[in-house]
Nanobody
Framework: QVQLVESGGGLVQAGGSLRLSCVVSGRTFSTYFLGWFRQAPGKEREFVAGISGSGTSTYYADSVKGRFTISRDNAKNTVYLQMNSLKPEDTAVYYC???????????????????WGQGTQVTVSS
């Protein structure tokens, strides 16, 4: 059974930074495409960032491009989301997710992902 455990969320002022981490259990970590999603109250879950198994390809939502950076450490079975210049509209529960098979067309679709973490709350105050 694959398990994903996020950490690093919290309360931060606008303009501040946070670094989220997600540890993935299992021996095939490097084969998973990994993504970060977020869900604000009353809104649908939305794609934030994604990274290929090797870490050489990354993808971002337009709303976070230039502010957030996704990375992974395959030796530690961990994916990170560095969030800088945070805005109040970034407030949401952030989830990491792992996909066994994916295409460029489906990266942003939550139903593509096979495993999900429990989420970590990020709150940005104005």
């Amino acid at each position: 059974q694959v398990q994903l455990v996020e950490s690093g969320g919290g309360l931060v002022q606008a303009g501040g930074s946070l670094r989220l981490s997600c540890v993935v259990s299992g021996r095939t970590f490097s084969t998973y495409f990994l993504g970060w999603f977020r869900q604000a109250p009353g809104k649908e879950r939305e794609f934030v960032a994604g990274i290929s198994g090797s870490g050489t390809s990354t993808y971002y939502a337009d709303s976070v491009k230039g502010r957030f950076t996704i990375s992974r450490d395959n030796a530690k079975n961990t994916v990170y989301l560095q969030m800088n210049s945070l805005k109040p509209e970034d407030t949401a529960v952030y989830y990491c997710a792992a996909a066994i098979k994916i295409t460029i067309r489906t990266i942003r679709n939550p139903s593509t992902y096979d495993y999900w973490g429990q989420g970590t709350q990020v709150t940005v105050s104005s």
